[in-house]
Protein backbone atom coordinates (compact mmCIF):
# COMPACT_ATOMS: atom_id res chain seq x y z
CA UNK A 1 0.00 0.00 0.00
CA UNK A 2 0.87 3.10 -0.97
CA UNK A 3 2.23 5.89 2.02
CA UNK A 4 0.11 8.31 3.31
CA UNK A 5 1.88 11.48 3.79
CA UNK A 6 0.49 13.87 6.90
CA UNK A 7 -0.42 17.67 6.04
CA UNK A 8 -0.48 20.65 8.49
CA UNK A 9 -2.77 23.34 6.41
CA UNK A 10 -1.98 27.02 8.35
CA UNK A 11 -4.63 29.36 6.86
CA UNK A 12 -8.29 28.48 6.64
CA UNK A 13 -9.68 30.50 4.66
CA UNK A 14 -11.23 30.01 0.79
CA UNK A 15 -8.01 28.64 -0.44
CA UNK A 16 -6.84 26.76 2.77
CA UNK A 17 -10.78 25.21 2.49
CA UNK A 18 -9.80 24.11 -1.02
CA UNK A 19 -7.23 22.08 -0.11
CA UNK A 20 -8.50 20.60 3.33
CA UNK A 21 -11.05 19.10 1.26
CA UNK A 22 -8.99 17.74 -1.45
CA UNK A 23 -6.41 16.23 0.82
CA UNK A 24 -8.81 15.03 2.99
CA UNK A 25 -10.78 13.02 -0.48
CA UNK A 26 -7.35 11.84 -1.22
CA UNK A 27 -6.06 8.00 -0.20
CA UNK A 28 -2.67 9.56 0.02
CA UNK A 29 -2.75 12.63 2.92
CA UNK A 30 -4.04 13.14 5.96
CA UNK A 31 -4.35 16.33 7.44
CA UNK A 32 -3.37 15.93 11.05
CA UNK A 33 -3.09 19.72 12.23
CA UNK A 34 -4.82 22.99 10.96
CA UNK A 35 -4.15 26.42 12.42
CA UNK A 36 -5.09 29.70 11.84
CA UNK A 37 -5.38 33.08 13.65
CA UNK A 38 -8.83 33.57 13.54
CA UNK A 39 -10.83 30.82 16.25
CA UNK A 40 -13.77 30.57 15.21
CA UNK A 41 -13.21 29.66 11.76
CA UNK A 42 -9.98 27.11 13.87
CA UNK A 43 -12.95 25.69 15.71
CA UNK A 44 -15.52 25.28 12.68
CA UNK A 45 -12.83 23.42 10.46
CA UNK A 46 -12.02 21.50 13.75
CA UNK A 47 -15.41 20.75 14.14
CA UNK A 48 -15.82 19.98 10.52
CA UNK A 49 -13.12 17.33 10.45
CA UNK A 50 -13.33 15.86 13.53
CA UNK A 51 -10.96 13.03 14.58
CA UNK A 52 -7.90 13.60 16.09
CA UNK A 53 -6.96 16.56 14.01
CA UNK A 54 -5.03 19.39 15.87
CA UNK A 55 -5.80 22.91 16.00
CA UNK A 56 -3.89 25.76 16.93
CA UNK A 57 -4.23 29.80 16.35
CA UNK A 58 0.04 29.49 16.52
CA UNK A 59 1.36 27.41 13.35
CA UNK A 60 5.25 26.84 14.85
CA UNK A 61 4.79 24.67 17.76
CA UNK A 62 2.09 22.90 16.19
CA UNK A 63 4.34 22.16 13.10
CA UNK A 64 7.48 21.36 15.69
CA UNK A 65 5.12 19.10 17.76
CA UNK A 66 3.90 17.54 14.20
CA UNK A 67 6.33 17.58 11.87
CA UNK A 68 4.08 16.68 8.56
CA UNK A 69 5.45 15.50 5.70
CA UNK A 70 3.85 18.20 4.17
CA UNK A 71 3.66 22.06 5.23
CA UNK A 72 0.73 23.57 3.38
CA UNK A 73 -0.17 27.37 3.80
CA UNK A 74 -3.10 29.37 2.22
CA UNK A 75 -2.11 33.07 3.61
CA UNK A 76 -1.88 36.15 2.17
CA UNK A 77 0.90 37.31 -0.25
CA UNK A 78 2.50 39.23 2.30
CA UNK A 79 2.90 36.28 4.46
CA UNK A 80 5.48 33.82 3.14
CA UNK A 81 9.23 33.73 4.46
CA UNK A 82 8.12 32.75 8.29
CA UNK A 83 5.64 30.40 6.64
CA UNK A 84 8.27 28.43 4.56
CA UNK A 85 11.25 29.13 7.24
CA UNK A 86 8.23 27.34 9.52
CA UNK A 87 7.91 24.24 7.26
CA UNK A 88 11.59 23.74 6.92
CA UNK A 89 12.36 24.32 10.27
CA UNK A 90 9.31 21.03 11.43
CA UNK A 91 10.96 19.01 8.74
CA UNK A 92 8.61 19.16 5.73
CA UNK A 93 9.47 16.67 2.60
CA UNK A 94 7.47 19.42 0.76
CA UNK A 95 6.03 23.04 1.17
CA UNK A 96 2.66 23.78 -0.89
CA UNK A 97 1.77 27.34 -0.97
CA UNK A 98 -0.19 30.01 -2.28
CA UNK A 99 0.47 32.03 -5.56
CA UNK A 100 1.89 34.28 -5.84
CA UNK A 101 5.45 33.60 -4.79
CA UNK A 102 5.69 36.72 -3.27
CA UNK A 103 4.68 40.57 -2.80
CA UNK A 104 8.25 41.50 -3.67
CA UNK A 105 12.05 40.70 -5.48
CA UNK A 106 13.22 40.94 -1.82
CA UNK A 107 10.66 38.55 -0.11
CA UNK A 108 10.91 36.28 -3.50
CA UNK A 109 14.55 36.38 -3.36
CA UNK A 110 14.85 35.23 0.27
CA UNK A 111 12.09 32.61 -0.11
CA UNK A 112 14.61 31.34 -3.08
CA UNK A 113 17.33 31.07 -0.68
CA UNK A 114 15.55 29.05 2.00
CA UNK A 115 14.23 26.71 -0.45
CA UNK A 116 17.44 26.05 -2.23
CA UNK A 117 19.64 25.80 0.90
CA UNK A 118 17.34 23.47 2.63
CA UNK A 119 16.91 21.22 -0.67
CA UNK A 120 12.89 21.04 0.60
CA UNK A 121 10.33 20.43 -2.65
CA UNK A 122 7.86 22.98 -3.06
CA UNK A 123 4.64 23.77 -5.13
CA UNK A 124 3.00 27.27 -5.77
CA UNK A 125 -0.96 26.90 -6.49
CA UNK A 126 -1.19 27.49 -10.10
CA UNK A 127 -3.72 24.90 -10.66
CA UNK A 128 -5.99 26.23 -13.49
CA UNK A 129 -3.43 24.45 -15.64
CA UNK A 130 -5.12 20.97 -14.93
CA UNK A 131 -8.65 22.52 -16.35
CA UNK A 132 -9.25 20.41 -19.35
CA UNK A 133 -9.76 23.45 -22.04
CA UNK A 134 -6.27 24.78 -20.26
CA UNK A 135 -4.84 21.54 -20.96
CA UNK A 136 -6.43 21.40 -24.18
CA UNK A 137 -4.32 24.60 -25.55
CA UNK A 138 -0.81 23.22 -23.98
CA UNK A 139 -1.43 20.27 -25.81
CA UNK A 140 -2.43 22.47 -29.10
CA UNK A 141 0.08 24.77 -28.79
CA UNK A 142 2.95 21.38 -27.83
CA UNK A 143 1.78 19.46 -31.25
CA UNK A 144 3.41 21.95 -33.63
CA UNK A 145 0.06 22.81 -35.57
CA UNK A 146 0.14 26.56 -34.59
CA UNK A 147 3.90 26.25 -36.53
CA UNK A 148 6.12 28.62 -35.41
CA UNK A 149 5.06 30.05 -32.78
CA UNK A 150 6.13 34.48 -32.36
CA UNK A 151 3.66 35.62 -29.76
CA UNK A 152 1.72 34.53 -26.59
CA UNK A 153 -0.52 37.04 -25.07
CA UNK A 154 -2.36 37.23 -22.11
CA UNK A 155 -4.67 39.23 -20.52
CA UNK A 156 -7.32 39.82 -16.93
CA UNK A 157 -9.22 42.60 -15.86
CA UNK A 158 -8.42 41.09 -12.22
CA UNK A 159 -5.49 43.07 -10.83
CA UNK A 160 -1.98 42.26 -10.80
CA UNK A 161 -1.20 40.54 -7.70
CA UNK A 162 -4.33 37.97 -7.97
CA UNK A 163 -4.19 37.37 -11.70
CA UNK A 164 -0.27 37.89 -13.06
CA UNK A 165 1.07 34.91 -11.07
CA UNK A 166 -1.47 32.72 -13.13
CA UNK A 167 -0.78 34.15 -16.13
CA UNK A 168 2.72 34.36 -16.35
CA UNK A 169 2.82 30.53 -14.99
CA UNK A 170 0.50 29.57 -18.16
CA UNK A 171 2.53 31.79 -20.62
CA UNK A 172 5.77 30.44 -19.59
CA UNK A 173 3.90 26.55 -19.73
CA UNK A 174 2.76 27.11 -23.61
CA UNK A 175 6.46 28.59 -24.16
CA UNK A 176 8.03 24.94 -23.06
CA UNK A 177 8.93 27.02 -19.88
CA UNK A 178 11.40 28.84 -21.91
CA UNK A 179 13.52 31.30 -19.56
CA UNK A 180 12.92 35.10 -19.74
CA UNK A 181 15.94 37.79 -20.86
CA UNK A 182 13.82 40.72 -20.49
CA UNK A 183 11.15 42.59 -19.66
CA UNK A 184 9.43 46.38 -20.35
CA UNK A 185 6.13 47.69 -19.25
CA UNK A 186 4.00 50.71 -17.99
CA UNK A 187 1.44 51.45 -15.14
CA UNK A 188 -1.36 53.40 -14.50
CA UNK A 189 -4.04 53.80 -11.27
CA UNK A 190 -2.99 53.68 -7.09
CA UNK A 191 -6.67 52.66 -6.19
CA UNK A 192 -5.29 48.92 -6.04
CA UNK A 193 -2.02 50.01 -4.17
CA UNK A 194 -4.14 49.87 -0.93
CA UNK A 195 -5.39 46.13 -1.61
CA UNK A 196 -4.59 43.00 0.12
CA UNK A 197 -3.21 42.55 -2.97
CA UNK A 198 -1.69 45.29 -3.50
CA UNK A 199 -1.12 46.15 -7.46
CA UNK A 200 -1.08 49.12 -9.68
CA UNK A 201 -5.20 49.41 -11.10
CA UNK A 202 -3.22 48.34 -14.81
CA UNK A 203 0.10 47.16 -15.94
CA UNK A 204 1.20 46.16 -19.93
CA UNK A 205 4.57 44.67 -20.78
CA UNK A 206 6.33 42.87 -22.60
CA UNK A 207 8.61 39.60 -21.81
CA UNK A 208 11.34 38.91 -24.31
CA UNK A 209 11.84 34.73 -23.98
CA UNK A 210 15.21 33.01 -24.92
CA UNK A 211 13.56 31.03 -27.83
CA UNK A 212 12.59 34.26 -29.37
CA UNK A 213 8.66 34.47 -28.35
CA UNK A 214 7.72 37.52 -27.28
CA UNK A 215 5.44 37.85 -24.15
CA UNK A 216 2.51 40.01 -24.03
CA UNK A 217 0.66 40.68 -20.73
CA UNK A 218 -2.28 42.80 -19.91
CA UNK A 219 -4.07 43.27 -16.07
CA UNK A 220 -6.47 45.45 -14.57
CA UNK A 221 -8.41 47.95 -15.06
CA UNK A 222 -7.36 49.07 -18.81
CA UNK A 223 -7.47 44.87 -19.89
CA UNK A 224 -9.91 44.23 -22.68
CA UNK A 225 -13.06 43.10 -21.60
CA UNK A 226 -14.05 39.32 -22.41
CA UNK A 227 -18.08 39.63 -22.69
CA UNK A 228 -19.10 36.52 -23.77
CA UNK A 229 -17.45 35.12 -20.96
CA UNK A 230 -20.20 35.74 -17.61
CA UNK A 231 -18.03 35.85 -14.79
CA UNK A 232 -16.04 38.41 -14.46
CA UNK A 233 -12.79 37.00 -12.63
CA UNK A 234 -13.13 34.86 -15.57
CA UNK A 235 -12.35 36.92 -18.32
CA UNK A 236 -8.90 36.09 -18.98
CA UNK A 237 -7.15 35.08 -22.45
CA UNK A 238 -4.37 33.65 -23.38
CA UNK A 239 -3.93 33.54 -26.55
CA UNK A 240 -0.76 31.27 -28.26
CA UNK A 241 0.01 32.49 -31.86
CA UNK A 242 2.39 31.12 -34.37
CA UNK A 243 2.25 30.75 -38.27
CA UNK A 244 0.54 28.26 -38.69
CA UNK A 245 -2.48 29.76 -36.45
CA UNK A 246 -4.21 30.36 -33.06
CA UNK A 247 -5.30 28.87 -29.78
CA UNK A 248 -6.29 30.86 -26.78
CA UNK A 249 -7.95 29.36 -23.86
CA UNK A 250 -10.60 31.58 -21.36
CA UNK A 251 -10.67 31.06 -17.73
CA UNK A 252 -13.89 30.92 -18.19
CA UNK A 253 -14.98 30.35 -21.52
CA UNK A 254 -13.66 27.21 -23.03
CA UNK A 255 -10.99 27.02 -25.59
CA UNK A 256 -10.91 27.99 -29.57
CA UNK A 257 -8.17 27.50 -32.00
CA UNK A 258 -7.97 28.17 -35.74
CA UNK A 259 -5.29 26.30 -37.74
CA UNK A 260 -4.54 24.59 -40.96
CA UNK A 261 -7.01 21.78 -39.76
CA UNK A 262 -9.98 24.12 -39.45
CA UNK A 263 -11.83 25.97 -36.74
CA UNK A 264 -11.85 24.04 -33.06
CA UNK A 265 -13.34 25.03 -30.26
CA UNK A 266 -14.23 23.29 -26.53
CA UNK A 267 -15.93 24.09 -23.32
CA UNK A 268 -14.15 24.83 -19.94
CA UNK A 269 -14.22 26.72 -16.91
CA UNK A 270 -11.90 27.11 -13.96
CA UNK A 271 -13.14 24.68 -11.14
CA UNK A 272 -11.63 24.75 -7.60
CA UNK A 273 -13.35 21.33 -6.86
CA UNK A 274 -11.89 19.67 -9.67
CA UNK A 275 -8.33 21.52 -10.42
CA UNK A 276 -7.24 21.36 -6.52
CA UNK A 277 -7.36 17.31 -6.00
CA UNK A 278 -5.27 16.75 -9.33
CA UNK A 279 -2.71 19.58 -8.09
CA UNK A 280 -2.84 18.11 -4.93
CA UNK A 281 -2.25 14.27 -6.52
CA UNK A 282 0.87 15.84 -8.02
CA UNK A 283 2.31 16.14 -4.90
CA UNK A 284 1.93 12.73 -3.76
CA UNK A 285 3.73 11.77 -7.34
CA UNK A 286 6.92 13.73 -6.96
CA UNK A 287 6.82 12.52 -2.90
CA UNK A 288 6.82 9.53 -4.44
CA UNK A 289 9.37 9.80 -7.09
CA UNK A 290 12.30 12.80 -7.45
CA UNK A 291 11.88 11.94 -11.05
CA UNK A 292 7.80 12.86 -11.23
CA UNK A 293 8.83 16.83 -10.58
CA UNK A 294 5.35 18.69 -10.14
CA UNK A 295 4.09 21.08 -12.79
CA UNK A 296 3.74 23.49 -10.18
CA UNK A 297 7.16 24.01 -8.29
CA UNK A 298 8.53 26.32 -7.31
CA UNK A 299 11.44 26.76 -9.61
CA UNK A 300 8.99 27.13 -12.30
CA UNK A 301 6.75 29.76 -10.29
CA UNK A 302 10.02 31.87 -9.07
CA UNK A 303 10.73 32.50 -12.62
CA UNK A 304 7.06 33.96 -13.13
CA UNK A 305 7.60 36.38 -9.77
CA UNK A 306 11.00 37.39 -11.49
CA UNK A 307 8.94 38.45 -14.83
CA UNK A 308 6.32 40.22 -12.30
CA UNK A 309 8.90 42.16 -10.17
CA UNK A 310 10.57 42.96 -13.31
CA UNK A 311 7.31 44.87 -14.78
CA UNK A 312 7.25 46.54 -11.32
CA UNK A 313 10.93 47.61 -11.70
CA UNK A 314 10.40 48.94 -15.66
CA UNK A 315 7.31 50.94 -14.29
CA UNK A 316 9.27 52.15 -11.49
CA UNK A 317 13.20 52.88 -13.51
CA UNK A 318 11.82 53.03 -17.57
CA UNK A 319 13.27 51.20 -19.67
CA UNK A 320 14.34 47.26 -20.19
CA UNK A 321 14.99 44.88 -17.36
CA UNK A 322 17.03 42.58 -17.51
CA UNK A 323 16.22 39.50 -15.82
CA UNK A 324 17.40 37.19 -13.95
CA UNK A 325 16.94 39.92 -11.14
CA UNK A 326 20.30 39.55 -9.09
CA UNK A 327 19.04 42.01 -6.33
CA UNK A 328 16.17 42.39 -4.31
CA UNK A 329 13.86 45.28 -3.94
CA UNK A 330 10.66 46.32 -2.35
CA UNK A 331 9.13 47.30 -5.91
CA UNK A 332 5.47 48.09 -4.63
CA UNK A 333 6.85 50.53 -1.62
CA UNK A 334 8.81 52.12 -4.91
CA UNK A 335 5.54 52.24 -6.86
CA UNK A 336 3.39 54.20 -4.37
CA UNK A 337 5.65 57.09 -4.70
CA UNK A 338 5.72 56.71 -8.49
CA UNK A 339 1.48 56.47 -9.17
CA UNK A 340 0.02 58.81 -6.31
CA UNK A 341 -2.35 60.44 -7.22
CA UNK A 342 -2.62 58.37 -11.01
CA UNK A 343 -6.26 57.92 -12.30
CA UNK A 344 -6.58 54.99 -14.31
CA UNK A 345 -9.03 54.69 -17.43
CA UNK A 346 -10.97 51.46 -18.11
CA UNK A 347 -11.35 49.20 -20.74
CA UNK A 348 -14.51 48.51 -20.34
CA UNK A 349 -17.71 50.20 -18.15
CA UNK A 350 -17.73 46.33 -17.24
CA UNK A 351 -14.73 47.03 -14.86
CA UNK A 352 -16.09 49.63 -13.32
CA UNK A 353 -17.19 47.75 -10.19
CA UNK A 354 -14.28 46.77 -9.47
CA UNK A 355 -12.16 50.14 -10.23
CA UNK A 356 -14.76 53.03 -9.30
N1 LIG B 1 -4.70 29.49 -6.65
C1 LIG B 1 -5.83 30.17 -6.77
O1 LIG B 1 -6.59 29.99 -7.72
C2 LIG B 1 -6.18 31.20 -5.73
C3 LIG B 1 -7.50 31.68 -5.62
C4 LIG B 1 -7.78 32.61 -4.62
C5 LIG B 1 -6.77 33.05 -3.77
N2 LIG B 1 -5.49 32.57 -3.93
C6 LIG B 1 -4.38 33.01 -3.05
O2 LIG B 1 -4.49 32.32 -1.81
C7 LIG B 1 -3.97 33.13 -0.77
C8 LIG B 1 -5.01 33.17 0.34
O3 LIG B 1 -6.21 33.67 -0.20
P1 LIG B 1 -7.63 33.31 0.44
O4 LIG B 1 -8.64 33.86 -0.51
O5 LIG B 1 -7.69 31.89 0.82
O6 LIG B 1 -7.58 34.25 1.76
P2 LIG B 1 -8.53 34.21 3.04
O7 LIG B 1 -8.52 35.57 3.62
O8 LIG B 1 -9.85 33.57 2.69
O9 LIG B 1 -7.77 33.21 4.02
C9 LIG B 1 -6.54 33.52 4.61
C10 LIG B 1 -6.57 32.95 6.02
O10 LIG B 1 -5.26 33.07 6.60
C11 LIG B 1 -5.43 33.34 7.96
N3 LIG B 1 -4.18 33.87 8.52
C12 LIG B 1 -3.64 35.09 8.33
N4 LIG B 1 -2.49 35.21 9.02
C13 LIG B 1 -2.28 34.01 9.63
C14 LIG B 1 -1.26 33.52 10.48
N5 LIG B 1 -0.22 34.26 10.84
N6 LIG B 1 -1.38 32.25 10.94
C15 LIG B 1 -2.44 31.48 10.60
N7 LIG B 1 -3.44 31.91 9.80
C16 LIG B 1 -3.36 33.16 9.31
C17 LIG B 1 -6.60 34.32 8.00
O11 LIG B 1 -7.19 34.43 9.28
C18 LIG B 1 -7.53 33.70 6.97
O12 LIG B 1 -8.43 32.76 7.55
C19 LIG B 1 -3.61 34.48 -1.40
O13 LIG B 1 -2.22 34.54 -1.66
C20 LIG B 1 -4.39 34.49 -2.71
O14 LIG B 1 -3.76 35.23 -3.74
C21 LIG B 1 -5.20 31.65 -4.88
Partial sequence: MSKKYSVVVVGLGKRGGHHISAFQASDRFEVVGICDIDEDRLAKTKAELGGDVQASTDAAPLTTSLKPDVFCFCTMPHLREPFIKMGIDGG?????????????SAAGLAVKKLIDDSGVKAVVSHQHRYGPHYAKVAEIA?????????????SSPGWMMHMASHMIDYMREYNGNAGAEWVMAQAAGDGKLGDNHPSPDYIAGFVQFANG??????LGAGAPNVPEVGKWW??????VMGDGGYAEVLTNGGWRAVTGDGVASGEGAMNYAHDTPLYVQDMAEWLDDDSKVHP?????????????????????????????????RNELEELRKKLAGSKVLLASPDHAAEYS
Fill in 213 to 218: VRGVLE
Fill in 142 to 154: KSGVLGNVHTIYA
Fill in 92 to 104: AKLIAFEKPVADS
Fill in 296 to 328: CNFESAYEGMEIMAGLLRSVIDGGQVALPLTDG
Fill in 234 to 239: GRNRIR
